[in-house]
């Protein structure tokens, strides 16, 4: 410890000769001490009473003392043992700082006598101190991108040390990245500096921790440490990648605008807004795509933007790009393709290949109508379609290719049932939910001439007064067919018949087109009372088709005929001359007027009347029978030559008369004559009675004939009328009017004949009729013959008739009822006409 020496530990005298050689100023010895730093205090430096050679004993009274020029006091002097003593701590760094010497000069002052001596205490450095860095963590920013062994100054350490316990090296941990290097300034300090040995990455690594390590050459060694962060800067240098190659997805085609498809993802290693991703359609994209789906640059996310439609694109494919926010940008690529799911959005469409042609009526089961395409733009079963032709059509569909019908008639058809039809055909796909159209196909039917025409009635009557003008109009038929067009074309024709050998073509002719009928010629009753034609309508069709409708012109009898005289015959003159007795009692048959009239019923119903006499008191004319008879006995005074004016009328509108003149000779005497007329009237009288016990008789027979029938109608009608067709008919008018009745009885409840009609058995040849009326009071004597004026005035005369008759008269008809009615009324004629 005491460790101090007078200068170089050489001898004392060694000591003053240098010091006497080098410093020439020092009369005296200079002491100097070299101690340490940092000693304890109350170290001994070194005996300093010995070394300045003063007694030990002495000091105290000589009051040595240090005499410092610092006010620091370092050392003290032990007095008691003459020992320099350190007093305070001694930093040497704080004294000399880096001066490589450390001397602290000392005066020490001794008294009696005063003297000086210098001592010096030279202070050696102790490696006291570590190296130190002012921060202990440094932080360093290097881009990674940056050139293999570019140097990165870093702060150096300082050590207060001096000598070799200054700083001596740095050392840095081992890594692969960096190395060290030191530079020594020119003020000679050691700076060291990090040289990039490797290069970067931050994807790898963004932060490399070093440890800086700065060593002195101290014994030992002292070291202080710094904290280098390297922090690696990014560059853009990662381009973003896709988590795909190809992105696939579907989606249906109903999708809405805004339906999300897919995601796309692409990653960017670097950082920041090198590492920001945004997502955009590829350069090359067609705008169709663009239209249609949509890239959201934030999410990646593709929706739907635009309208999609399987029908149109099944597919898209595209390419797409991931773009970070670098400068310069770098982007990534990937394709998405998106699958279109077929929906069943499309209705069948229902085609016509063809027009529909108009199909015949007669055709037969089978015939092609129309050929009909059906088309679904959708696909699979959605595009699947089944077709029909809806219920209730002569119709059906023959499946011919695929999709392709024609449409066959499936039933017999009638154009006069339906001459059209739209036949409504159905077409269903079988998608889920199906859908379906349905189309009318207009088919017509073409007329076939298979309806013959048809009379609005079996058969016509017509009545036509005679003497009608030639070329008036009677009547008009028609027919109708149900066929169309040509086929339903009516032309009008009359039969060829004759009526006595005169053709029927010089009677009547008929208007081809509409049916009307003339009268070529007037009409006489007197000759032709019926005429039966046939008329014929035919209509244009191929074959043509006719039918036949029966007419019957019926001549009604008009008043044109005057009465005629057929006895007493006036040829000579207008005057007939007749002889009579005077003689002659009251009632006498002088003569006997007879007239005829051609004419028929009324018009020829004929009456007598005495219209002028010589003297009206003598003679009587009977109205009905023309009989002129006596009123009284002649007498003497009577004149001989009487003249009687007998009109005769017949009962027609207007009336037609006629007269006769008549003479009468009263002559006396005058017997044979008389006797002759009288045994030949008797003679008639006898033959009139006799007829009129035919006439009886048959009559009677007739009538229990008749009650026979009736009774046997009765029944058959009692049981037929419980579901048969009717044999005995209510009168009524139209019964009049059927030329077929050939006689017709009528009967009262209480039994007697009211009314007899017969008409003849040949209607046209002989065509007559009669008709009778019998009271029930009349005698048979009295039977009046009636002939119709005409039928409507007949049918007035009936229906007058009828009204009087209780309601359960009842009419029998009775067919072919024997000639014997017929011959019988002929005969009745005859008589009547006398
Ligand atoms: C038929 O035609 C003629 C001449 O054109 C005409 O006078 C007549 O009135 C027509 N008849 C009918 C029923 O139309
Ligand atoms: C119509 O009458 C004519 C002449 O009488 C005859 O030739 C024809 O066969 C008849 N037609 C029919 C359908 O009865």
């Known amino acids: 410890m005491k460790h101090f020496k007078c200068i170089g530990g050489c001898t004392w005298w060694a000591l003053c000769v240098i010091s006497l050689l080098l410093l020439w100023r020092t009369a005296e010895c200079q002491i100097r001490y070299t101690i340490p730093e940092e000693l304890k205090e109350g170290s001994v ?154 290069t970067l990455d931050r994807e790898k690594q963004s932060v490399y921790k070093l440890t800086l390590k700065a060593l002195d050459g101290g014994n030992p060694v002292k070291s202080g440490t710094a904290l280098i962060q390297v922090h690696v800067q990014d560059t853009n240098d990662n381009a973003p990648k896709f988590d795909q190659t190809l992105y696939k997805a579907t989606v249906k085609e109903s999708a809405g605008i805004g339906q999300s498809v897919l995601t796309i993802t692409a990653t960017d290693l670097d950082e920041g807004l090198n590492g920001e991703v945004e997502y955009f359609f590829a350069e090359h994209t067609v705008d169709s795509v663009k239209a249609t789906f949509g890239v959201n640059p934030q999410t990646g996310e593709v929706t739907v933007v635009g309208k999609l439609d399987y029908e149109d694109v099944k597919m898209y494919t595209f390419d797409v790009s991931a773009k970070d926010k670098g400068q310069p940008k770098l982007e990534g690529h990937s394709s998405v393709q998106i699958d279109i799911i077929d929906e069943n ?101 073409r007329d076939i001439n298979d309806n013959r025409p ?126 009579m007795p005077r003689s002659a009692k009251m009632g006498h048959l002088v003569t006997k007027v007879t007239a005829v009239d051609a004419d028929s019923g009324h018009n020829a119903w004929i009456s007598y009347r005495l219209a002028e006499a010589t003297d009206s008191s003598l003679f009587a004319v009977n109205l009905y029978t023309g009989e002129v008879r006596t009123k009284r006995s002649v007498s003497e005074q009577d004149d001989a030559s009487q003249r009687l004016l007998i009109e005769i009328k017949d009962n027609g509108e207007p009336v037609q008369s006629t007269t006769v003149t008549v003479d009468i000779l009263i002559e006396d005497g005058l017997h ?29 027979s007739v009538s229990v004939l008749s009650l026979l029938t009736f009774f046997i109608l009765l029944i058959k009608c009692a049981r037929s009328s419980r579901g048969g067709e009717s044999c005995c008919i209510r009168r009524d008018s139209d019964g009049y009017k059927n030329p077929n009745r050939n006689l017709q009885i009528q009967l009262n409840t209480d039994g007697p004949i009211k009314y007899v009609e017969v008409l003849g058995g040949d209607m046209m040849s002989q065509s007559q009729s009669f008709g009778s009326y019998l009271s029930p009071m009349s005698e048979f004597s009295d039977l009046t013959m009636v002939k119709p004026s005409s039928t409507l005035d007949f049918k007035d005369t009936l229906r007058g008739l009828d009204a009087s008759l209780p309601d359960s008269a009842w009419t029998f008809e009775c067919q072919q009822v024997s000639t014997l009615c017929c011959d019988f009324f002929h005969e009745v004629k005859l008589l009547h006409h006398g």
């Open 345 to 445: 959005d499309n209705e069948p469409e229902i085609k016509l290949t063809s027009l529909p042609s108009p199909v015949s009526e007669n055709a037969t089961l089978g015939t092609a109508v129309a050929l009909i395409n059906v088309k679904d733009r959708d696909s699979g079963d959605n595009g699947k379609v089944k077709l029909i032709v809806a219920p209730g059509y002569p119709f059906k569909l023959k499946p011919s290719f695929d999709n392709h019908y024609s449409l066959v008639t499936d039933s017999l058809l009638d154009r006069e049932v339906n001459s059209e039809y739209d036949v409504k055909i159905i077409a269903t796909d079988l998608g889920s939910p199906p859908l379906t159209t349905s189309k009318s196909v207009h088919v017509k039917i």
């Open 672 to 700: 044979e004559p008389v006797s002759d007329f009288r045994q030949k009237a008797s003679e008639k009288d006898k033959k009139n009675s006799k007829i009129t016990f035919y006439l009886i008789l048959s009559l009677a």
């Open 454 to 579: 048809e009379f609005t009635h079996a058969s016509y009557d017509i009545y036509v007064r005679e003497n009608n003008p030639a070329g008036a109009s009677l009547f008009s038929v028609s027919a109708t067919d149900k066929d169309e067009s040509k086929n339903a074309l009516l032309t009008y024709s009359i039969a060829d018949t004759k009526f006595q050998d005169i053709p029927a073509s010089s009677y009547f002719y008929i208007n081809a087109e509409n049916g009307t009928i003339y009268s070529m010629n007037s009409f006489d009753y007197e000759k032709l009372k019926l005429f039966q034609i046939v008329v014929q309508a035919k209509d244009q069709g191929s074959p043509s088709l006719s039918s036949n409708a029966t007419v019957h012109v019926f001549i009604l009898d008009q008043n044109d005929n005057v009465p005629v005289v057929i006895y007493p015959s006036a040829s000579m003159g207008s005057v007939s001359h007749q002889r």
């Open 45 to 198: 430096v070194g005996n300093i009473a010995k070394d300045l050679e003063l007694d030990v004993s002495s000091i105290s009274s000589r009051k040595l003392r240090i005499a410092s020029e610092s006010s620091k006091q370092y050392f003290t002097v032990d007095l008691a043992k003459g020992e320099l003593v350190v007093n305070e701590r001694i930093d040497r760094e704080t004294l000399c700082g880096q001066t490589a010497a450390c001397l602290l000069p000392l005066q020490i002052v001794i008294e009696n006598p005063l003297q000086q001596h210098r001592v010096e205490v030279e202070i050696q450095d102790i490696n006291d101190n570590a190296p130190q860095f002012h921060k202990k963590e440094i932080e360093i920013t290097i881009p990674e991108s940056i050139a293999l062994g570019t140097r990165f100054p870093l702060e150096n350490a300082e050590d207060p040390d001096v000598g070799s316990n200054s700083l001596n090296s740095y050392t840095l941990n081992k890594n692969e990245h960096f190395r060290l290097n030191v530079k020594t300034l020119n003020d000679g300090r050691k700076v060291p500096e990090l040289i990039l040995d490797k």
